[in-house]
């Protein structure tokens, strides 16, 4: 039963991970996962049976996610940019109190909303230096390319794990959205491949560092934490491409509907920790 629901699980990280703007571990904080991934992931090599068999469903229902659903996802986004978007903007609105909560249990200090104001103006800042118009078309097989994917992996990776941070919308800052979505539904194995040893580098990379800080610092990265999710509400909201597909009366109250809709779903999910 646990290998089924944390499957489930994965696909909802890996979903959110194709989304610019949309975090994949402020899901994994929202279902309740995050610091068990975290913690197993750095004892991947020093416990491995049981690490192994918590992140295994993970990992497959993220690999299902991305490569069975980018093309639908891809078709809401190109066709209904406005409530899709704005669902992920309530889940992820919907999860504050729940980080906010996490991040409070032993008390709040100065320095904690410090940490929270840093944070959040380091997403609006990326946020911000976006180039909707640059992009590197990237189709073909070569030593260069693979390089370049398996870089690409490997920061995209690290923003990945880190929540309120898109590791999506890294690679749209790096210009490589286009070519990762077309290599994604054209299962080109070997760009996917260097892709693939990107992600894995950078996510063991990134989540000792987060280990480290959770255990000397747990109040204050999970106050930095709350900042990086509040701040990725602001660069969804913001961006011209949430709404792309215009507004009408009928797609403000389908994106109000989407947005409540997400929110509670996130109340509901983020209530179920022990599952973590």
């Given at each position: ?241 949430t709404y792309a597909s215009g507004f009408s009366v009928s797609s403000v109250i389908v994106s109000v509907i989407t947005f409540i809709a997400g929110f509670f779903l996130a109340l509901i999910l983020g209530r179920d920790k022990s599952a973590s």
């Amino acid at each position: 039963m646990n290998f089924l629901l944390n499957f489930v699980k994965g696909i909802f990280v890996g979903v959110a991970n194709i989304i610019p703007g949309v975090s994949g571990g402020t899901i994994a904080v929202i279902l309740g996962i995050f610091d068990r991934l975290i913690t197993s992931i750095n004892s991947l090599f020093t416990n491995f049976k049981k690490s192994f068999l918590y992140l295994l469903p993970i990992g497959l229902g993220a690999v299902v996610g991305i490569l069975a659903l980018s093309r639908l996802l891809g078709f809401c986004l190109e066709n209904y940019s406005f409530p899709t978007n704005y669902f992920f903007v309530g889940l992820v609105a919907g999860s504050i109190p729940l980080i906010y909560g996490k991040a409070s249990c032993k008390g709040v200090k100065p320095g904690h909303i410090v940490s929270t104001v840093i944070a959040f103006a380091v997403v609006v800042l990326i946020s911000l230096l976006k180039d909707p118009g640059s992009s590197v078309n990237i189709a073909e097989m070569s030593v260069t390319n693979a390089a370049i994917f398996l870089g690409a992996g490997a920061i995209a990776a690290a923003a990945m794990v880190i929540p309120g941070i898109s590791g999506s919308f890294v690679l749209v800052l790096l210009g490589l959205y286009p070519s990762v979505l077309k290599a994604l539904n054209t299962f080109n194995i070997p760009l996917l491949l260097s892709l693939g040893i990107g992600i894995v580098l950078g996510v063991l990379l990134i989540s000792k560092l987060i280990s480290i800080l959770m255990e000397k610092a747990y109040s204050v990265t999970y106050f930095a934490i709350l900042g990086l999710i509040i701040g990725s509400l602001y660069s969804i909201a913001a961006d011209p491409a949430t709404y792309a597909s215009g507004f009408s009366v009928s797609s403000v109250i389908v994106s109000v509907i989407t947005f409540i809709a997400g929110f509670f779903l996130a109340l509901i999910l983020g209530r179920d920790k022990s599952a973590s």
